[in-house]
Nanobody, 123 residues
Framework: VQLQASGGGSVQAGGSLRLSCAAS????????MGWFRQAPGKEREFVSV????????YYADSVKGRFTISRDNAKNTVYLQMNSLKPEDTAVYYC?????????????????WGQGTQVTVSS
Protein backbone atom coordinates (compact mmCIF):
# COMPACT_ATOMS: atom_id res chain seq x y z
CA VAL A 1 0.00 0.00 0.00
CA GLN A 2 1.18 3.54 -0.73
CA LEU A 3 0.44 6.37 1.67
CA GLN A 4 0.24 10.08 0.86
CA ALA A 5 0.08 12.50 3.76
CA SER A 6 -1.12 16.08 3.38
CA GLY A 7 -2.57 18.98 5.33
CA GLY A 8 0.47 20.25 7.16
CA GLY A 9 1.28 23.92 7.43
CA SER A 10 2.18 26.78 9.73
CA VAL A 11 -0.17 27.97 12.45
CA GLN A 12 -0.01 29.97 15.63
CA ALA A 13 -0.30 28.37 19.02
CA GLY A 14 -3.89 27.53 19.78
CA GLY A 15 -4.73 26.95 16.15
CA SER A 16 -5.90 23.84 14.36
CA LEU A 17 -4.91 21.70 11.43
CA ARG A 18 -6.30 18.54 9.92
CA LEU A 19 -3.93 16.06 8.41
CA SER A 20 -5.04 13.53 5.84
CA CYS A 21 -3.41 10.34 4.69
CA ALA A 22 -4.72 8.74 1.53
CA ALA A 23 -3.92 5.11 0.87
CA SER A 24 -3.79 3.32 -2.44
CA UNK A 25 -5.13 -0.15 -2.99
CA UNK A 26 -8.26 -2.02 -2.09
CA UNK A 27 -7.15 -3.42 1.24
CA UNK A 28 -7.17 -0.26 3.35
CA UNK A 29 -9.57 -1.84 5.81
CA UNK A 30 -6.98 -4.54 6.48
CA UNK A 31 -4.65 -2.07 8.15
CA UNK A 32 -4.46 -0.38 11.48
CA MET A 33 -3.45 3.20 10.73
CA GLY A 34 -1.16 5.34 12.82
CA TRP A 35 0.34 8.79 13.01
CA PHE A 36 3.86 9.49 14.19
CA ARG A 37 5.91 12.65 14.32
CA GLN A 38 9.55 13.56 14.31
CA ALA A 39 10.99 16.84 15.48
CA PRO A 40 14.50 17.95 14.49
CA GLY A 41 17.13 16.06 16.42
CA LYS A 42 14.60 13.74 18.02
CA GLU A 43 13.43 10.22 17.41
CA ARG A 44 10.18 9.50 15.66
CA GLU A 45 7.44 9.24 18.25
CA PHE A 46 3.98 7.76 18.36
CA VAL A 47 1.01 10.13 18.17
CA SER A 48 -2.10 8.07 17.59
CA VAL A 49 -3.47 4.89 16.04
CA UNK A 50 -6.88 3.70 14.92
CA UNK A 51 -7.84 0.09 14.45
CA UNK A 52 -8.95 -1.11 11.05
CA UNK A 53 -12.67 -0.68 11.56
CA UNK A 54 -12.30 2.42 13.69
CA UNK A 55 -13.47 0.59 16.77
CA UNK A 56 -10.52 1.60 18.93
CA UNK A 57 -8.23 4.59 19.07
CA TYR A 58 -5.15 5.33 21.15
CA TYR A 59 -3.23 8.52 21.78
CA ALA A 60 0.06 9.64 23.19
CA ASP A 61 -0.43 11.41 26.51
CA SER A 62 1.01 14.58 25.02
CA VAL A 63 -1.84 14.91 22.51
CA LYS A 64 -4.74 13.31 24.36
CA GLY A 65 -7.73 15.61 24.46
CA ARG A 66 -6.38 17.83 21.67
CA PHE A 67 -5.96 15.45 18.72
CA THR A 68 -8.57 13.16 17.19
CA ILE A 69 -7.85 10.34 14.78
CA SER A 70 -10.52 9.03 12.44
CA ARG A 71 -10.78 7.08 9.23
CA ASP A 72 -13.08 6.79 6.27
CA ASN A 73 -12.68 3.31 4.86
CA ALA A 74 -14.81 4.16 1.84
CA LYS A 75 -12.30 6.86 0.92
CA ASN A 76 -9.18 4.94 1.99
CA THR A 77 -8.22 7.89 4.15
CA VAL A 78 -7.18 8.44 7.74
CA TYR A 79 -7.33 11.84 9.39
CA LEU A 80 -5.71 13.56 12.32
CA GLN A 81 -7.59 16.59 13.62
CA MET A 82 -5.22 18.67 15.69
CA ASN A 83 -6.64 21.38 17.94
CA SER A 84 -5.09 23.65 20.55
CA LEU A 85 -1.73 23.26 18.87
CA LYS A 86 1.41 24.04 20.84
CA PRO A 87 4.90 24.94 19.66
CA GLU A 88 6.08 21.55 20.92
CA ASP A 89 3.80 19.92 18.34
CA THR A 90 6.12 21.20 15.63
CA ALA A 91 7.40 18.21 13.67
CA VAL A 92 7.13 16.27 10.47
CA TYR A 93 4.07 14.07 10.76
CA TYR A 94 4.01 10.63 9.19
CA CYS A 95 1.16 8.25 8.62
CA UNK A 96 1.80 4.53 8.76
CA UNK A 97 -0.05 1.29 8.14
CA UNK A 98 0.25 -1.98 9.98
CA UNK A 99 -1.29 -5.38 9.39
CA UNK A 100 -0.86 -6.53 12.96
CA UNK A 101 0.22 -4.40 15.89
CA UNK A 102 1.33 -5.64 19.27
CA UNK A 103 3.10 -2.55 20.58
CA UNK A 104 1.34 0.46 19.05
CA UNK A 105 4.15 2.90 19.88
CA UNK A 106 6.85 0.84 18.18
CA UNK A 107 7.71 2.07 14.70
CA UNK A 108 8.89 -1.43 13.81
CA UNK A 109 5.31 -2.68 14.02
CA UNK A 110 4.31 -0.62 10.99
CA UNK A 111 4.77 -1.99 7.49
CA UNK A 112 4.22 1.07 5.32
CA TRP A 113 4.99 4.76 5.74
CA GLY A 114 3.95 7.94 4.03
CA GLN A 115 6.36 10.69 3.06
CA GLY A 116 5.58 13.08 5.91
CA THR A 117 4.01 16.50 6.13
CA GLN A 118 5.49 19.43 8.04
CA VAL A 119 3.57 21.03 10.90
CA THR A 120 4.99 24.23 12.37
CA VAL A 121 3.40 25.91 15.37
CA SER A 122 4.64 29.35 16.36
CA SER A 123 4.21 30.95 19.76
Amino acid sequence: VQLQASGGGSVQAGGSLRLSCAASGRTFISYDMGWFRQAPGKEREFVSVIRRRGSSTYYADSVKGRFTISRDNAKNTVYLQMNSLKPEDTAVYYCAAATSIVVIRDTREYDYWGQGTQVTVSS
